[in-house]
């Protein structure tokens, strides 16, 4: 099964709580289901990890975190799940969230000339109203394309790690039986 590999990569419920900025949440994170490897909690954890991925800046962890505390799903794989988002895929997955969202709402798909904010030349307070001005301008289809393109890649994780961990389990036991 693939928990003894997930095992071996994700830190366990007493590491977690051993950190000293989490010890004193450690009442919020005693459900079993935010640190058990099975099926469902680690297809939902990954969902939520493709979700908070999207959200801009430093938020993404504390939004999946967040998230998994609500419906109860695996969090290191939720953590994990948000790195698919770094400086290197951000924008190639925010273009297609704003090409999805003019499509859907019947914009014309070139993206306006406005360039994205540069970091090292602002303050983080101008920046970050900078990056605001700056996303305002995409307008409607980003805001339109970010939840549709979340909704997509939340639903085609969870669904591919219910395939995949089916035809693993499968593959698993058909192992055993020509062992036999």
């Known amino acids: 099964m693939p928990r003894k590999y997930l095992r071996r990569w994700l830190p366990n419920h007493q590491t977690m ?3 000293r900025w989490l010890s004193r949440f450690a009442h919020w994170f005693e459900h079993p289901n935010l640190f058990h ?3 469902k909690s680690v297809a939902g954890g990954l969902a939520v990890g493709m979700i908070g991925g999207l959200i801009p800046g430093p938020l993404q962890v504390i939004t999946s975190s967040i998230l998994c505390l609500i419906f109860r799903v695996n969090l290191p794989v939720a953590i994990l799940g948000t790195f698919y988002t770094n400086p290197l895929t951000i924008g190639p997955i925010y ?8 499509w859907v709402y019947g914009a014309s798909g070139a993206v306006k000339t406005m360039l994205m904010p540069s970091f090292s030349a602002l303050s983080l ?3 970050m109203s900078a990056m605001w001005v700056w996303i305002q301008s995409l307008g409607a289809p980003l805001l339109i394309g970010l939840p549709l393109l979340a909704l997509l890649l939340a639903l085609s994780a969870f669904f591919s790690v219910h395939i995949i961990w089916r035809l693993w389990v499968y593959w698993s036991l058909r192992q055993r ?3 036999r």
């Open 17 to 19: 709580l051993q950190n």
């Open 37 to 39: 490897l099975n099926r």
């Open 177 to 179: 039986r020509k062992r």
């Open 95 to 102: 273009w297609l969230a704003y090409q999805i969202g003019a």
């Open 125 to 127: 307070v101008d920046w």
